[in-house]
T-cell receptor
Framework: GESVGLHLPTLSVQEGDNSIINCAYSNSASDYFIWYKQESGKGPQFIIDIRSNMDKRQGQRVTVLLNKTVKHLSLQIAATQPGDSAVYFCAENRYTGNTGKLIFGQGTTLQVKP | GAGVSQSPRYKVTKRGQDVALRCDPISGHVSLYWYRQALGQGPEFLTYFNYEAQQDKSGLPNDRFSAERPEGSISTLTIQRTEQRDSAMYRC???????????FGQGTRLTVV
């Protein structure tokens, strides 16, 4: 079946540590992936994206890694802060021609301990 | 506008009534998506518009659900004869093009009683 999923439902880290959130996808034809952060009561917020012609992309304190061989995606957050506490979703953008849709995984809850 | 705007923010309706949920995307965004999100779950795709054309409605649960975007901007998601199982957060998102990042609105919390 076609799905996008996350390995762990909850990740707890100490403030200042690095966080790694993982995601597995099953559609080998997918070539665009997005990480979203969702805080309580809010809509998903875009963090970073990556296309399949790249293995790594960096943003401010965040890095996304893509391993197409094993169909695995990860989000690394450096020096995790309390404000990073949220649910993180990976999403796979499946588009063909003019049609597109984002397929979301179940989400990983990141808890940052002070 | 500055972001994706959805209205109403909250809607309580009686079972059997029709409801219309509105989405005002970011100005100039070609692509518009509707999603449904249950508590503790990721957003579930409902339908996709490219300008005014509904190019993918594979996620609509049944024929009680419909959506339109007649002028390629504002979109309406309509649920006819609502049922309790329709209760959820309905989210709209827009993107400049189909393969660029999508921005989400705050959502409409629908409760069917």
């Amino acid at each position: 079946g076609e799905s996008v999923g996350l390995h762990l439902p909850t990740l707890s880290v100490q403030e200042g540590d690095n966080s790694i959130i993982n995601c597995a996808y099953s559609n080998s034809a997918s070539d665009y992936f997005i990480w979203y952060k969702q805080e309580s009561g809010k809509g998903p917020q875009f963090i970073i994206d990556i296309r399949s012609n790249m293995d790594k992309r960096q943003g401010q304190r965040v890095t996304v890694l893509l391993n197409k061989t094993v169909k695995h995606l990860s989000l690394q957050i450096a020096a995790t802060q309390p404000g990073d506490s949220a649910v993180y979703f990976c999403a796979e953008n499946r588009y063909t021609g003019n049609t597109g849709k984002l397929i979301f995984g179940q989400g990983t809850t990141l808890q940052v301990k002070p | 506008g500055a972001g994706v705007s959805q209205s109403p923010r909250y809607k309580v309706t009686k079972r059997g009534q029709d409801v219309a949920l509105r989405c005002d995307p970011i100005s100039g965004h070609v692509s518009l998506y509707w999603y449904r999100q249950a508590l503790g779950q990721g957003p579930e795709f409902l339908t996709y518009f490219n300008y005014e054309a509904q190019q993918d409605k594979s996620g609509l649960p049944n024929d009680r659900f419909s959506a339109e975007r007649p002028e390629g901007s504002i979109s309406t998601l309509t649920i006819q004869r609502t049922e309790q199982r329709d209760s959820a957060m309905y989210r709209c998102a827009s993107s400049l093009e189909v393969d660029t990042e999508a921005f989400f609105g705050q959502g409409t919390r629908l409760t069917v009683v």
